[in-house]
């Protein structure tokens, strides 16, 4: 499963983002994406995300 899920980001993310995608997926944690508080209407990939897909059903 986590296999699955890091090849689907990588083929989601975009080129100038690959270098540092350690980096970038520690702030998307902290800032967006947070265990207590997720911040769903700010996030860029909402549209995307089986979490908040089941969320909104």
Same mark, same amino acid.
Do not use: N, Y
């Given at each position: ?5 890091? %090849? ?7 080129? !100038?983002?690959? %270098?540092?995608?350690?980096? !970038?997926?520690? %702030? ?5 994406c947070t265990s207590r ?13 089986? !979490?908040?897909?089941? %969320?909104?059903?």
């Amino acid at each position: 499963m986590a296999d699955e899920t890091a %090849q689907q980001l990588e083929e989601r993310t975009p080129d !100038w983002a690959l %270098q540092d995608r350690h980096f !970038w997926l520690i %702030q998307f944690g902290k800032k967006i994406c947070t265990s207590r508080s997720p911040k769903c209407d700010r996030c860029p990939v909402s549209d995307i995300c089986l !979490w908040f897909a089941a %969320q909104t059903k």
